[in-house]
């Protein structure tokens, strides 16, 4: 996983914060869980989630599917807390490239978090591997156009798959049931107010350390050139998401 060990100190800090500043990724995944929802027949399912956050999409399988047994699955140990009187669910943190999962399952679903693999058909394929032919991958993550702001004033992001590879490269082991994108704007009074978003909801969008990157004399040339460039309608600054979903049956 793409700097692993500072992903996590990031999301680790941004766990109180998450749930507040993150309605993008809430909306992705109340999304998925409605795609899902078209697809998804089994009775008492046995569901993993991969890259759980906080909770927002596992708390809408529970209560849309009310699954037998839920495994969720977080790269930051931390997330463990919020899963702790949770129902059938067991949390089981790592790096969901690597980790052994425990036998196989009705469906593999995940929000928001697959941009940060470095390689998603190795992915796919892990994911195939645990399902039977029928079982479900349901998954959401973010296109090019994500953070394109920061990204332009930075010099610094990740490295997305546009909507045709990204479709691509789960259709490869699904067959595609749905598949959607859109793009997202939010409005914020400014690019400090940006940049605290971007640091509660713990993506800094930059592979390099955040130290280099961030000066003072940095934060405050960006701040400033933010305001020049990406200017909303209303006095203050725009920022970019582009959420994609897909939602395949393992072949």
Known sequence: MRGAGALINRFARAVTTYEQQASVQREAAEHLADLLGQHFHTLAPRVLEIGCGTGFLTR????????????????????????????????????????????????????????????????????????????LLAV?????????????????????????????????????????????????????????????TGVTATGASERAIWTRHRL????????AQFPDDMGGVRLTYEPFWFVGARK
């Open 60 to 135: 809408l399988i529970a209560t849309r599917f009310a699954p037998s047994e839920m495994v969720v699955n977080d790269l930051c140990p931390e997330m463990g807390v919020c899963f702790a009187n949770v129902p059938r669910t067991t949390f089981l943190p790592g790096d969901a490239q690597t980790l052994q999962w425990p036998g196989i399952f009705d469906a593999v679903v995940s929000s928001s978090a697959i941009q940060w693999f470095s390689d998603l058909r190795a992915f796919a394929s892990r994911c195939a591997a645990i399902l039977p032919k029928g079982g």
């Open 140 to 200: 959401s993550g973010f296109g090019p156009a994500t953070l394109e702001e920061v990204l332009h004033l930075s010099g610094h992001g990740l490295n997305y798959l546009d909507f045709e590879a990204f479709q691509a490269v789960f259709s490869e082991a699904f067959t595609p049931l749905a598949s959607e994108r859109k793009r997202c704007t939010l409005h914020f009074k400014s690019g400090w107010d940006v940049l605290r978003h971007l640091k509660e």
């Open 220 to 227: 405050a040339t960006f701040v400033t050139d933010y305001h």
